[in-house]
């Protein structure tokens, strides 16, 4: 019997290496799986060049709704920012392409799972880790397997007659509706300013000379509408993301701690993500409690490094799942930004759960505020540090 192996398949330099290398050294007959998580390239010639690599069949799935839906959503919710800065895109989208190919290796009754992960990134972690939760079948993993560092792959490609477009010989791209991975090539050097030409989403320059403004509305937490319009879930990322590009908003440049222990530069396009997040982190704020605030913040940044970590299934992010669902029951209302040049500011937020009062915050005659009240208060509150400065002193006087 034939081994038959199915791929993850992108259309990339990594995965299309893979294919030759499944069918050379493990006699296997591959089956691709695309799936479309907003990466905004042409499906059929995805299908057409895995078919001239010699692939037995080939599926596209559009998963597109339920990526937005039950993961991108998820992570507005938990305000998802891996170190403070990068929104989790990639990351997101590896556990559901990895659970549709699961799908397909059962109705194709297939003898391994493959993928083109290096040994170096985190997806070996995401897709392994999701992958083994469903299937006790071998993962293959060739690029990791070998060692094989991007030169080589370049020339293996090239021997092939492998077709590789002049972006990816220069950088290794990794985009879907979330957001866009620029790594490799001159970026390698931490020091180096990502040339012009490596973004695509976001504007560098000709910039428009006046501020744009964005109303974002929530309810529960999930954005609904944009400026006014309501929208369904792809149609209002794909607006946020052209618009807030437009303003030269959502380039993030950092350095990155990866699950494998390596320090790496990393350079996202994340316009859309930006200002969601921004506009949903300032809402939660005025509608929580300073308590909830605080502790949500644990829970936000411990989400964000499980779903990086690859460590999606994990019962404790389904824990954490259950506190944040239930936090966003008062996360409804309008957040206002104000977009200018590649800045952003948030410059007004309503809602109806609101839990500032112009009453009581206000300092003008119609307060309500009684601050006679407060003497008392702010001696009690201080009373252990004022105690303990003094003895501190007192201490310092007999050394």
């Known amino acids: 019997?034939?081994?038959?192996?199915?791929?993850?398949?992108?259309?990339?330099?990594?995965?299309?290496?893979?294919?030759?290398?499944?069918?050379?050294?493990?006699?296997?007959?591959?089956?691709?799986?695309?799936?479309?998580?907003?990466?905004?390239?042409?499906?059929?010639?995805?299908?057409?060049?895995?078919?001239?690599?010699?692939?037995?069949?080939?599926?596209?799935?559009?998963?597109?709704?339920?990526?937005?839906?039950?993961?991108?959503?998820?992570?507005?919710?938990?305000?998802?920012?891996?170190?403070?800065?990068?929104?989790?895109?990639?990351?997101?989208?590896?556990?559901?392409?990895?659970?549709?190919?699961?799908?397909?290796?059962?109705?194709?009754?297939?003898?391994?799972?493959?993928?083109?992960?290096?040994?170096?990134?985190?997806?070996?972690?995401?897709?392994?880790?999701?992958?083994?939760?469903?299937?006790?079948?071998?993962?293959?993993?060739?690029?990791?397997?070998?060692?094989?560092?991007?030169?080589?792959?370049?020339?293996?490609?090239?021997?092939?007659?492998?077709?590789?477009?002049?972006?990816?010989?220069?950088?290794?791209i990794d985009q879907n509706l979330w957001g866009r991975a620029i790594e490799g090539g001159v970026l390698e050097d931490p020091y180096n300013e990502p040339p012009e030409d490596a973004f695509i989403w976001v504007k560098t320059k000709n910039l428009p000379d006046k501020p744009t403004y964005m109303e974002i509305k929530f309810e529960k937490g999930i954005p609904v509408a944009i400026d006014g319009k309501v929208m369904e879930p792809i149609k209002l990322i794909e607006y946020v993301n052209k618009k807030a590009g437009d303003a030269g908003v959502g380039i993030v440049d950092h350095i990155e701690d990866r699950v494998v222990g390596i320090k790496s530069r990393e350079v996202y396009e994340t316009p859309g993500a930006t200002c969601l997040i921004e506009a949903h982190a300032d809402l939660e704020k005025m509608v929580h409690t300073k308590h909830e605030n605080k502790f949500k913040s644990i829970i936000d940044d411990e989400w964000a490094y499980l779903a990086y970590s690859g460590l999606w299934q994990d019962p404790l992010k389904q824990d954490l799942d259950a506190f944040i669902q239930r936090s966003q029951r008062p996360v409804s209302g309008t957040v206002k930004l104000k977009l200018f040049k590649g800045s952003i500011r948030v410059v007004g937020r309503k809602s109806e759960y609101s839990l500032y009062s112009h009453k009581i915050a206000t300092y003008g005659a119609e307060s309500t505020f009684d601050q006679r009240l407060a003497k008392g208060f702010v001696e009690l509150w201080g009373i252990q540090s004022t105690e303990a400065i003094k003895l501190q002193k007192k201490m310092s006087t007999k050394t």
Not at 81 to 103: D, G, M, N, S
């Open 1 to 172: 019997m034939t081994e038959r192996g199915i791929l993850a398949f992108s259309g990339g330099l990594d995965t299309s290496v893979v294919i030759k290398y499944l069918q050379e050294e493990y006699n296997m007959d591959v089956i691709t799986v695309t799936v479309d998580v907003g990466q905004g390239d042409d499906q059929k010639k995805i299908e057409a060049k895995a078919k001239k690599l010699g692939v037995i069949k080939h599926y596209n799935i559009d998963a597109r709704k339920e990526f937005v839906e039950n993961f991108i959503f998820p992570s507005i919710k938990a305000n998802a920012l891996y170190q403070k800065k990068y929104c989790l895109a990639t990351a997101l989208a590896r556990p559901l392409i990895a659970e549709k190919v699961l799908e397909i290796a059962k109705k194709e009754k297939v003898t391994a799972l493959a993928h083109g992960c290096s040994g170096k990134g985190n997806d070996q972690v995401r897709f392994d880790i999701t992958l083994r939760s469903g299937s006790d079948l071998p993962i293959i993993a060739p690029i990791r397997d070998k060692n094989l560092d991007r030169e080589t792959e370049l020339k293996f490609a090239k021997k092939h007659g492998i077709e590789i477009d002049s972006v990816a010989k220069r950088f290794s």
